[in-house]
T-cell receptor
Framework: EADIYQTPRYLVIGTGKKITLECSQTMGHDKMYWYQQDPGMELHLIHYSYGVNSTEKGDLSSESTVSRIRTEHFPLTLESARPSHTSQYLC??????????????FGPGTRLTVT | SQKIEQNSEALNIQEGKTATLTCNYTNYSPAYLQWYRQDPGRGPVFLLLIRENEKEKRKERLKVTFDTTLKQSLFHITASQPADSATYLCALDTGGGADGLTFGKGTHLIIQP
């Protein structure tokens, strides 16, 4: 079982509210990622980080922002939630393995519903 | 951009048989390909990784093959059990692996007792 945690697990919130989804890992991994997944669909990379003070946008355009002030913490923020933001958000981390590959370790996800 | 195709229909297999799942991709061949298992309401769990210069990789009852000519990977579960029922995701590196992965939609596998 991977040591990566996400809170809250479920969130129902009204339109226009600011929300922060928390993600923490205790494995000391440099690389962290946020993916978005709708039911029955593939995961889409929305943000990633190489390490402290590094943030990059992923393949899927997102109105969310991220920060990486500490190695273990990679929160995702939506300034003004909209119903189109309703989805499952998955956080992951990785580090280079012995052969230079990057298997990813995922948290349990946050299911966000914006009403 | 890279596109990944996995069997969109659920795959029903009788317990004890071998389940074979397919992953096809377009465009460039990735440096390596990964397989994950995802249970309902949970995050994916890493299973196996195979490099472009490897034909086959095994781990217990799992076997992965990688054919860069066909742009295809096959994922096999031998002696399947009901506990193997889940969605299995194929993922490719987007460049170096550290930049994140491109995932397929997954194949929902059902092992019937």
């Amino acid at each position: 079982e991977a040591d990566i945690y996400q809170t809250p697990r479920y969130l129902v919130i009204g339109t226009g509210k600011k929300i922060t989804l928390e993600c923490s890992q205790t494995m000391g991994h440099d690389k962290m990622y946020w993916y978005q997944q709708d039911p029955g669909m593939e995961l889409h990379l929305i943000h990633y980080s190489y390490g402290v003070n590094s943030t990059e946008k992923g393949d899927l355009s997102s109105e969310s922002t991220v920060s990486r002030i500490r190695t273990e913490h990679f929160p995702l923020t939506l300034e003004s939630a909209r119903p189109s933001h309703t989805s499952q958000y998955l956080c992951a981390s990785s580090a280079a393995g012995p052969s230079g590959t990057y298997e990813q370790y995922f948290g349990p996800g946050t299911r966000l519903t914006v009403t | 951009s890279q596109k990944i195709e996995q069997n969109s229909e659920a795959l029903n297999i009788q317990e004890g048989k071998t389940a074979t799942l397919t992953c096809n991709y377009t465009n460039y061949s990735p440096a390596y390909l990964q397989w994950y298992r995802q249970d309902p309401g949970r995050g994916p769990v890493f299973l196996l990784l195979i490099r472009e210069n490897e034909k086959e990789k095994r781990k217990e009852r799992l076997k992965v093959t990688f054919d860069t000519t066909l742009k295809q990977s096959l994922f096999h579960i031998t002696a399947s059990q009901p506990a193997d029922s889940a969605t299995y995701l194929c993922a490719l590196d987007t460049g170096g692996g550290a930049d994140g992965l491109t995932f397929g939609k997954g194949t929902h596998l059902i092992i019937q007792p």
